[in-house]
């Protein structure tokens, strides 16, 4: 060890590489990237600078090329340059000094990558003499198998010269590096108490039940203040006092919650309200009836400029909040405001909303966590009205209006981090969002690059698509997001209704009957990352038997028996709350014995009864999850790029290298052009698709909770693709 000359001194190591037990693939890859992490030094520096800016500066000149309108016809360019440079990677990983042939074989390829990249021609490579191995496979080191510690810590010189992997990690947008710490924090109904963030104990993970009984009592000590109007007409009363200056910290705005609202005190509002009227109308299912310039609120502070979306509790407003000057702080005397439905019952449950958007201020009064922030509410006219900030398009309406509705993969890691790290938040919080979906996750900053569609493909659009995006693919600036939606979250010790989430997001656990609870976000987030890789739903389906025979298709594997059997147990027992229509859409599809489900569903002759189309939807529209996805990606990165996730990373990557270059070797060199695959972007997708797995796990109490996910190896690869690109564009 004592030989060893590294470059640089240890800076930090990879928190996960001490725990690995076995010297599988998946480790090498952690271990040669917390390897390269640990060095810190001038000359490195300068090299991972140098080669940052080849690549920023490469990409830049592909959406400089993609964006000139007389070069449709190669919106494909980009990809051909982003190929050269990762033709360049390819060997990044090879740790064999050998010299590379050129007539490299098939066999030697397999051979744990023996070729070697010419060094003469290659700057970036950082050599460095002897290193230390970190083996923790009690196969090697047989007397610490019963202690892993000791073997993670125990080290081994070998005599072999290494070669630091020219690789480094390819960028990340900060969004995707979003650090997360849980603390104590405060609840409503335990009055200014500080608590400890929930654990989710196995009994926390699937409730049977939910006490009805405690969500009223808590709604109970929900006060509105009642807001009044001088409606019809109303005139509002010239006011001296200026709008205030500056604009408060929203940590203010907690402490207005509740309080009477302040007068009306701007007069300059060039929509000023003088020129609205206060026409506000109910129908007669109780909801707000839309009229642009309506005024509403105490003193007709605000003016409705527009309705951003109406739901099944009231409409959601765009208004002019005359509290404040026009374009104030760019556009902040903008608000959204919910104005839910004058019924009793969407009231109780607004009660709720209010309470879980409180917690949130009081813990997050600065937005941190992604979540929507509440400004002020108020009861107008029997409608509980809830003020918030005002954001962008739904992830949902901007994929509608794309002309390629997939996300490049760093927007999606970036989107992926901030649900995963605001869903911590909220279950340390113990709150349960339960219908995250792209309609409820809110674009902050809709700004975004668009690029031309060759004829072809918009020709292959939907009519609708095709209007909507005008033939532009769009690629947003800044892809960070709010989640919006609280109408149905719950507090984890409150009632937890039968059947909760939108169809497409809902969990296993919940059409199953069989209780649910925090582990139904992470279920949910899944279907919503997916769709942003495939850029449409991944189930697309209104009913329970189709929904369940693609879960099992998705996952690759049939329902574990145990939950099964769990199901059977609490129907017969008539354990907590199920679906209405358990036994008739689930429970009977089922077999008793084999506690398998019964698809294609047969009658009692035998004959298959389910409809060629449904068969079609689960067998040949979907398949395996990484078999799905490797077919998107297909169209990206060339006919190579297969992930198995049954393979190790560097087994699956081994066998895709070798077909490459086989490619190469055989067929014409246009053969080959068409993959545009290097070992980092297959990773990044490899563990992605690691992740999903495990947040599609059936067993709730199985599946990977929120912060663990936040530690999961994908976060820490990066990728180089458009959403990079224009991310590094837009910051000058
Ligand atoms: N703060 C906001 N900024 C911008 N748009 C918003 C905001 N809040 C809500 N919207 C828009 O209004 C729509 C409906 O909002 P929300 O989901 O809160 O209402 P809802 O009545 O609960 O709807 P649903 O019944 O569909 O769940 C959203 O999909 C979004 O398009």
Same mark, same amino acid.
């Given at each position: ?22 010297t599988?693939?998946?480790?090498n ?24 800016a080849?690549?920023n ?28 440079l ?12 050998e010299?590379?042939?050129?007539n490299?074989?098939?066999?030697n390829?397999?051979n ?12 970036? *490579? ?9 083996? @923790? &496979?009690?196969?090697?080191?047989p +007397? $610490?198998? !019963? %202690? ?14 290494f070669?630091k ?8 947008l900060?969004?995707s590096?979003?650090?997360?710490q ?8 335990q009055k ?13 993970l ?6 009805c009984?405690?969500t ?10 009642i ?5 019809p007409?109303?005139?509002p ?12 910290p ?6 207005? *919650?509740?309080?009477?609202l ?5 007069? @300059? &509002?060039?929509?000023s309200?003088? +020129? $609205?009227? !206060? %026409? ?23 003016i ?31 608000v ?22 409180q917690?949130?201020?009081n ?13 002020e ?12 900030d ?10 509608? &209006? ?7 993969? !760093? ?11 605001s ?5 340390d919080?113990?709150?349960i969002?339960?219908?995250?979906k ?6 902050c ?20 698509r095709?209007?909507?995006s ?13 989640i919006?939606?609280?109408g ?21 656990e ?6 649910w ?23 697309p389906i ?9 879960m099992?298709r ?21 354990l ?10 689930v ?13 294609p569903e047969?009658n009692?002759?035998?004959e298959t ?8 939807r ?25 992930i198995?996730?049954?393979l ?28 545009r695959l ?33 530690d ?5 690869l990066?990728?180089l ?8 564009n837009t910051?000058?």
């Amino acid at each position: 060890m004592s030989q060893n000359i590294q470059i640089g001194t240890r800076k930090r190591s990879r928190a996960n590489m001490n725990n690995s037990t076995t010297t599988g693939p998946a480790d090498n890859v952690s271990a040669n990237k917390a390897f390269l992490d640990s060095f810190e030094d001038t000359r490195t520096n300068n090299l991972l600078d140098e080669m940052f800016a080849r690549q920023n500066s490469f990409l830049s000149d592909n959406l400089r090329n993609s964006l000139d309108l007389n070069q449709a016809e190669n919106s494909h360019l980009p990809r051909q340059h982003q190929h050269q440079l990762f033709l360049d990677n390819e060997n990044a990983i090879d740790l064999d000094d050998e010299p590379r042939t050129t007539n490299t074989t098939i066999n030697n390829i397999n051979n744990n990558n023996s070729s070697r990249v010419d060094e003469d021609a290659d700057d970036d *490579i950082i050599f460095i003499k002897e290193q230390p191995i970190q083996f @923790s &496979s009690p196969l090697i080191l047989p +007397s $610490s198998s !019963s %202690n892993n510690n000791n073997a993670a810590n125990t080290y081994i010189t070998t005599p072999k010269k290494f070669k630091k992997q020219r690789t480094i990690s390819l960028p990340q947008l900060p969004l995707s590096k979003l650090s997360y710490q849980s603390s104590y924090f405060s609840v409503p109904d335990q009055k200014n108490a500080i608590v400890p963030r929930v654990t989710q104990t196995e009994n926390e993970l699937l409730h049977l039940t939910g006490s009805c009984a405690k969500t009223l009592e808590g709604n109970k000590a929900v006060n509105l203040t009642i807001a009044h109007s001088t409606s019809p007409f109303y005139n509002p009363p010239l006011q001296l006092e200026p709008p205030p200056q500056p604009l408060p910290p929203q940590s203010t705005f907690k402490k207005q *919650i509740g309080s009477s609202l302040r007068k009306f005190k701007s007069n @300059s &509002s060039s929509e000023s309200a003088s +020129s $609205s009227k !206060s %026409n506000f109308k109910t129908d007669k299912d109780g909801h707000y009836v839309y009229q642009e310039n309506d005024v509403f609120g105490s003193g007709g502070r605000f003016i409705v400029k527009d309705l951003l979306g109406q739901g099944t509790f009231g409409k959601v407003l765009k208004c002019i909040d005359n509290k404040y000057e026009p374009n104030y702080d760019n556009g902040r005397n903008y608000v959204a405001v919910k104005v839910i439905r004058a019924v009793d019952r969407y009231r109780e449950a607004a009660k709720t909303e209010l309470r879980i958007l409180q917690t949130i201020l009081n813990n997050d009064p600065q937005g941190q966590f992604q979540c929507l922030l509440l400004r002020e509410c108020f009861d107008y006219k029997n409608h509980i009205c809830l003020v918030t900030d005002l954001y962008g398009k739904s992830i949902y309406d901007f994929m509608c &209006s794309n002309g390629i509705a997939r996300f490049p993969g !760093s927007h999606i890691q970036a989107i992926a981090r901030q649900l995963i790290r605001s869903v911590c938040f909220l279950h340390d919080l113990g709150i349960i969002h339960t219908d995250l979906k792209p309609e409820n996750i809110l674009i902050c900053d809709e700004t975004h690059i668009a690029q031309n569609l060759p004829p072809k493909t918009i020709q292959s659009l939907s009519k609708r698509r095709r209007e909507a995006s005008k033939g532009k693919h769009k690629i947003l600036n800044n892809p960070e997001v709010k989640i919006i939606d609280f109408g149905s979250a719950i507090f984890h010790y409150e009632y937890h209704p039968p059947v909760i989430s939108t169809r497409h997001y809902r969990a296993p656990e919940i059409v199953l009957g069989l209780g649910w609870s925090f582990p139904c976000d992470i279920w949910s987030i899944a279907c919503v990352l997916v769709e942003l890789v495939i850029g449409e739903s991944l189930y697309p389906i209104h009913e329970n038997l189709e929904h369940m025979a693609m879960m099992q298709r998705i996952n690759g594997t049939p329902f574990p028996t145990d939950i099964i059997d769990k199901m059977f147990y609490k129907s017969k027992h008539k354990l907590g709350n199920s679906p209405s229509d358990l036994n008739s859409t689930v429970i009977k599809h089922f077999d008793k014995k084999s506690l398998t489900l019964q698809w294609p569903e047969k009658n009692k002759r035998g004959e298959t009864v389910t409809t060629e189309k449904s068969m079609k939807r689960v067998l040949q529209s979907c398949d395996r999850l990484d078999i799905y996805i490797s077919k998107i990606l297909k169209l990206d990165y060339g006919d190579s790029m297969s992930i198995n996730w049954n393979l190790p990373a560097e087994k699956n990557w081994s066998l895709i290298n070798s077909k490459m270059l086989w490619k190469k070797q055989i067929h014409s060199s246009s053969a080959a052009a068409t993959d545009r695959l290097d070992k980092e972007t297959f990773l990044f997708w490899y563990w992605f698709i690691d992740l999903l797995r495990k947040m599609f796990e059936f067993d709730p109490t199985k599946r990977i909770t929120a912060k663990d996910a936040l530690d999961h190896e994908w976060f820490n690869l990066g990728i180089l693709d458009d959403g990079i690109a224009n991310y590094n564009n837009t910051q000058g």
